[in-house]
């Protein structure tokens, strides 16, 4: 788990966003902010993957 404090002073602040994450395991689900944003999982063996999912971060902890 990953948590950001974002201000409203920050580029990123009401943008869209790439979460990105290299995974090694069978699935990965991913959410941000309570809200499920993907879920990816291993085919064929290989449990080396890459989820990409775009998103808004909000004012403060996201």
Do not use: C
């Not at 950001?4 to 991913?30: F, Q, Y």
């Not at 959410?31 to 999982?41: D, P, Q």
């Not at 449990?47 to 004012?59: D, G, I, L, Q, V």
Request: aromatic share 12%; no cysteine.
């Amino acid at each position: 788990m990953t948590s950001v404090d974002i201000d409203r002073r920050d580029p990123a602040w009401n943008k869209e966003v790439t979460l990105r994450v290299h995974s090694s395991g069978h699935v990965l689900h991913a959410f941000v902010n309570e809200k499920h944003v993907g879920t990816h999982w291993a085919k064929d063996g290989k449990f080396k993957f890459y989820f990409e999912s775009k998103f808004r971060m909000k004012n403060g902890n996201n």
